[in-house]
């Protein structure tokens, strides 16, 4: 649901003028809604006339602006002193910021904040890590002011792309094997976001942001059984399996890849320590037990980077492999991972 946009008071003292890109995404539509909660205006770009004129009707102030469109980020940033910047994960992740911050800069946007991602390097593990390496180095050279935060994964994403297996069959199925991951909550980036682009005091610096915990799998598995009070299992999944997974739903091959890249890490240990990053950014991290009851109270939801389809052929699969763990857990039970 779109943030309800509140005026500010005509005889107010001038504000900041803010452009949040993707507002129909995860953070992005967080961060709307944490800028209008505070009164805060600002204005949002949006690639979609249809749900521009829909947030418009909804009180937002929506501008038009398509990153694979060059001539309209101008106009979109003309004025603007402060931005933030999200790109879907994809093969054109390095392009698309790569033309935003050339336009921020033209427009003489006067600070950036950079939604990046955690092990982010020109020397990444994956195609995507590496992008956002580069795009970090740009940003860092363009002389504008700017903040990198840098999110472990969101605790949103990996159980809600579970959610039907979780609450049909009890299984939470990822090839994390063994590995412990300090996942971070998705409200607790979008905050600390909202930090980063109001106040002045971490500027020219780059945030590392994970949750307090760097839990097993296995462990978040029992979190969620007690917090949705039924069985919930983690089965270890392979690469494979994933990979079918990514076919079903169509993720695009650079995103796939960069999946398991991080689930390689993850299994070998380099994504296990947790960060001070968002306390830095003026946010307590929530623990892992707090998410599991908001995610068991329908309290979190995600919006995801590529939709899961549905369909009947999609719909079969999930019943069948529903139906294969069930069995698989009646026969052997369930072993703690």
Do not use: W
Not at 3 to 23: C, K, Q, W
Not at 84 to 106: I, K, M, N, Q
Not at 189 to 202: F, K, N, S, T, Y
Not at 289 to 294: E, G, H, I, R, S
Request: glycine share 10%; proline share 6%; hydrophobic share 45%.
């Amino acid at each position: 649901m779109s943030p309800s946009i509140r005026r500010p008071d005509s005889h107010a003292e001038p504000t900041m003028s803010i452009l949040v890109t993707g507002v129909s995404g995860n953070t992005g539509s967080l961060i709307a809604a944490g800028l209008a909660e505070k009164g805060i205006p600002f204005r949002a770009m949006v690639r979609s006339e249809q749900v521009r004129a829909r947030l418009v009707r909804e009180g937002m102030d929506a501008v038009p602006g398509d990153f694979d469109r060059p001539e309209t980020l101008g106009p979109a940033l003309a004025g603007v002193e402060r931005a933030y910047l999200v790109c879907t994960p994809d093969e054109h992740l390095e392009r698309r910021e790569a033309g935003f911050l050339a336009a921020a800069r033209a427009a003489g946007v006067k600070k950036l904040v950079k939604l990046s991602a955690f092990a982010a390097s020109a020397t990444g593990r994956s195609a995507i890590l590496r992008a956002h390496g580069r795009i970090e180095e740009r940003l860092v050279a363009s002389g504008m002011d700017h903040v990198i935060v840098r999110p472990h994964g969101f605790m949103q994403t990996f159980v809600l792309s579970n959610e039907a297996l979780i609450r049909t069959a009890g299984a939470y199925i990822l090839p994390a094997g063994r590995g412990r991951a300090p996942l971070v909550d998705l409200r607790d980036v979008a905050r600390a976001c909202i930090h980063a682009i109001l106040g002045d005091e971490h500027v020219g610096q780059a945030f590392d942001v994970t949750g307090p915990q760097a839990l097993t799998f296995a462990e978040q598995a029992e979190l969620l059984a007690s917090a949705l009070r039924r069985p919930v299992t983690y089965v270890a999944g392979s690469d494979s399996m994933l990979e079918r997974a990514f076919a079903m739903f169509g993720v695009p091959e650079l995103a796939r890849e960069h999946a398991k890249a991080v689930f390689r890490m993850i299994r070998d240990g380099e994504l296990a320590d947790p960060s001070d990053g968002l306390a830095r950014l003026g946010v307590t991290p929530t623990p892992y037990a707090t998410f599991a009851a908001d995610f068991a109270a329908g309290r979190t939801r995600v919006a995801t980077s590529f939709p899961i389809p549905e369909g009947l052929g999609v719909r079969a699969q999930l019943r069948l492999f529903r139906t294969l763990l069930t069995l698989r857990f009646a026969l052997f039970g369930r072993s703690r991972g």
